[in-house]
């Protein structure tokens, strides 16, 4: 969980939503659901489940590596067991592949911009920056086809 912790603190995710009729409006809700589901962290130490959160895309943090039954805590002192991380994801001005929104550092309580978009089927790309995309870090995520978290998010 370190690296993935440490990850958002340079900045972490962009999401990619849409909705429309047109071809442009209906190639951005396609790639807007190719986002949707479980993704494994480019560490392997964190599982989110993308969603739609009303008109935006969030992911919720419901999977993480950690030894023993001490989950790990936020800057808070709460368990970042299924701690809203990726909030606000909308799609891009002028771009009908990536969402933009924000990602918190659970363990500062910063929060950073960030995109998200999947260049592929199962791959998700994620980066976050600090002011502009130019300042920033990406990472490739995988779709996750393990098995079920167990208590308190614990990473089969």
């Known amino acids: 969980m370190a690296r993935l912790t440490s990850f958002v603190r340079v900045g972490v995710l962009g999401l990619c939503l849409a909705a429309g009729v047109t071809g442009a409006g209906q190639a951005r809700a396609a790639a807007s659901e190719a986002l949707m589901g479980y993704w494994l962290s480019q560490d392997h130490d964190g599982v989110f489940k993308v969603e739609r959160c009303g008109d935006t895309v969030c992911g ?3 999977g993480m590596r950690y030894d023993g039954t001490d989950i790990p805590h936020g800057y808070d002192g709460r368990p970042e067991c299924n701690i809203r991380m990726l909030t606000d994801f909308r799609p891009l001005s002028g771009d009908s592949v990536r969402l933009g ?9 910063h929060v ?14 994620l980066r976050g920056y600090l002011g502009l995309p130019i300042f920033g870090e990406t990472q490739t995520w995988t779709r996750y086809t393990g098995g079920p978290m167990g208590p308190m998010c614990k990473m089969p």
């Open 101 to 109: 929104g924000h990602i918190l550092d659970p363990d500062s309580g």
């Open 60 to 62: 919720t943090l419901v």
């Open 112 to 125: 950073y911009n960030a995109q998200i978009w999947s260049p592929k089927p199962d791959v998700l790309k």
